[in-house]
């Protein structure tokens, strides 16, 4: 959501007359996009923040603007710690950036516009993709679920869809302009529409994006507790719905998923996965894992692994728990041990390891259709792309051909090694 809330920004800015510069020491104006799901990204974040003091120093006139869930949560309080900062906005008021920096730009010190939600949807904003063939698409903002530690929902606001309309219209204009790929946004896809009509309408919209002709449709976030057995023919059913999901199980233990409030049990979670297998038996399944949340057990992880295993997942995303403010979470006693938290963490990601690892050796010798994204960053004469699992693969480059005309087209490749987290092998036909 940030990477997308931060290309309409550049467009926005774009369209204002500004245009991106060589490098951040000599911008007129700097736009950080802060996230606060975890304590890491915070700090990492205010610490750029804090680091850009210097520059103003000796730029005064540089414009220093803070966006983002940070600036949602702290808004002017902000400016107290970081007074060189020039303007704060919410994450409900992207599309306002181009009059407060016109504020900031005339004088006015500390512009300041945090607003508590919007019926805007920053997808109707002009937009600058990073890549021209990938687009990221909204079709909801905000959360309605209640996780407990999680501070999204309040950062966010509640849940609101755009209209199948107006995403519809957005997708046919970007299969227009050449894009071959979109990645459809939500905190919760599967709850996607139970705000305007009453009830979820996330397979009808995923049908209807499939009708517009986009060659591959990605989607994120699909929450456990709302994926629906309908959604699950829909990706079957239709060739450019990747056949690749992500779904969070956050933990393996049914006393932990309860004191999450996340909705499902480890029964529940599996049996769901079972039916998707048997749907789709060569979906690429993903995750979200946090390790550490308060009172958690060795037992209780030995459940998250037990998941692991059975779920034979190709990439999951593990958080140590953070604490954050004002979660319901963050109040509970119970705080585990820095170093059993790291010992779990780091045998979880061994788990993990071992079965992406086996996973993609079950590619070995086959064709994955990949979709260029340009050269490798190691080896300009790799070419590297993703299949539909979303798994990086590489290819030498063709003689006569640059990594820069194959980007945005797909080639077939055709497997001949694999490793965890890439697989290699040769362009044919
Ligand atoms: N709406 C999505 C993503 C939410 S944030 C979903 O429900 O999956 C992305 C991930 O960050 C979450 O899935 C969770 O694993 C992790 N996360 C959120 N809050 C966290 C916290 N306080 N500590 C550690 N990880 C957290
Ligand atoms: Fe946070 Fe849960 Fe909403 Fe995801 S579903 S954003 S984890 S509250």
């Not at 060189?84 to 599309?95: E, S, Y």
């Not at 993903?286 to 990439?315: C, K, M, N, W």
């Amino acid at each position: 959501m940030n990477k997308h809330d931060s290309e309409r920004v550049a467009g926005l800015l774009e369209s204002s007359g500004l245009s991106h510069g060589p490098d951040i020491a000599s911008a007129d104006v700097v736009v950080f996009m802060t996230c606060c799901v975890r304590e890491n990204a915070d700090g990492r974040a205010m610490g750029q923040v804090a680091s850009f003091k210097a520059l103003k120093d000796v730029r005064p006139h540089t414009i220093i603007a803070v966006g983002g869930c940070v600036s949602q949560r702290d808004g002017s309080s902000l400016l107290r710690e970081l007074p060189h900062v020039d303007i704060v906005f919410g994450t409900h008021n992207v599309g306002r950036l181009p009059e407060l920096l016109s504020r900031a730009m005339a004088g006015e010190r500390g512009v300041v516009e945090v607003l508590d939600g919007t019926n805007d949807f920053a997808s109707d904003l002009p937009g600058v993709r990073e890549h021209p063939w990938h687009a990221w698409v909204p079709i909801t903002v905000g959360c309605d679920n209640h996780c407990t530690y999680c501070i999204v929902p309040r950062v966010r606001g509640p849940e609101r869809s755009r209209t199948v309309e107006s995403v519809i219209d957005e997708v046919t204009r970007l299969v227009a302009d050449g894009v071959r790929e979109v990645t459809l946004l939500g905190q919760n896809v599967n709850s996607y529409g139970r705000d305007l009509y009453g009830q979820p309408r996330f397979a009808e919209i995923l049908s209807r994006v499939a009708a517009t002709g986009v060659p591959r449709i990605r989607f994120a976030t699909s929450h456990p507790k709302d994926l629906s057995d309908e959604t699950i023919a829909v990706m079957a059913s239709s060739p450019s719905i990747c056949k690749a999901l992500h779904l969070p199980v956050q933990s393996g233990s049914d006393r932990v998923l309860r004191a999450m409030n996340r909705h499902y049990t480890q029964s529940t979670y599996l049996s769901l996965v079972g039916r998707l297998y048997d749907a789709i038996p060569n979906l690429a399944l993903s995750t979200d894992i946090i390790v550490g949340f308060p009172t958690e057990s060795e037992d209780d992880f030995q459940d998250t692994l037990r998941v692991v295993r059975e779920a034979h997942y190709d990439q999951a995303f593990t958080f140590i728990y953070s604490p954050r403010e004002g979660t319901p979470a963050a109040a509970m006693e119970g705080h585990v041990d820095r170093e059993v938290i790291q010992d779990r963490f780091d045998r979880l990601v061994a788990e993990i390891h071992s079965g992406a690892t086996e996973n993609n050796a079950k590619l070995l010798g086959t064709t994955q259709r990949v979709l260029v994204e340009g050269a490798s960053r190691r080896d300009e004469n790799v070419l590297a792309g993703r299949n539909e699992g979303n798994k990086v693969i590489h290819a030498p480059i063709p003689i006569g051909r640059r990594a820069e005309e194959l980007a945005g087209t797909f080639v077939d490749v055709e497997i001949t090694e694999t490793h965890t987290w890439f697989l290699a092998g040769t362009i044919i036909g």
